[in-house]
């Protein structure tokens, strides 16, 4: 990087240290080599995590036998940092690699290298509520509901009321998916209007659906959040790695004209 560079970017680069380590909830989480993409003004890098794997059985060749062990599992996730607007983007992990866990861990490792601890890194959440995304969206492929047994009662929600109790159920889990091929995707019945609303009342909700953009259809998701609807966005990957390219998750943070105050 040049010395011309603007403040900010030149304290981003002397936290960004390749091969920092730093261990939250058990998971060694490291840098990885990063670049500098002057002409985008950006930074492109992957973090990722270690940690002891499940307990397996392997055959020992000097015991003739077969033998347990742990063995390392982890796994990585490619970002890009839009340094003058303050905003990162990187490719989630369902389960393994998720917001908070993210930023928790990029938080940790640039205080890791100022010891000023200054930096903070938080989970972008947009505040657009449900009813307003299903209505934008071209096509609904897929809805999660979680319903939790209300307390005291269903708000009037009689079809989800009668599911619950009907089946003395405590939690009660749905999938809705449209067909592939099906260009009207998913239809908002009585039913599940009810349950969505349900599940953001008490429980968790979770849709994928096609947008049209400028650049085509996009799939875009909306999930429940004390924060609101996370920025989640789905964008190609390598099929034999599942990885996303720097310049795709970067296509990504160039739609958003937020920046930090």
Known sequence: MSGGLPGVVRSVEA????????????????????RWQSERRSLTGRIGYEREGELTELWDFER???VEARLPE???????????RGLIAFQLRPGRIERQSFAGAFRKMLNETDPSGIW??????????????QERAARIQRIEIRIERPNP??????EVEALVDGHRARVVKLIFEAYQNDPQG??????????AEQALYRGNLKAIAEFDTELGPQERVWRKDVEGSPVERKVPADPQTGEASPEAIEAELEDRGDALP
């Not at 009662?153 to 009689?158: A, E, N």
């Open 15 to 34: 936290g960004l240290k390749a091969g920092t380590a730093v261990i939250r909830y058990g998971r060694i989480w490291r840098l990885g080599q990063w």
């Open 64 to 66: 003739n036998d077969f």
């Open 74 to 84: 982890g796994v990585t996730a490619p970002f890009v940092v839009d340094v003058e």
């Open 120 to 133: 903070k890194v938080e989970p972008f959440a947009e505040s657009e509520p449900w009813w307003e995304w």
């Open 153 to 158: 009662h269903f708000g009037g929600r009689r």
């Open 186 to 195: 998913l239809e908002i019945d009585e039913f599940l209007r009810e349950a």
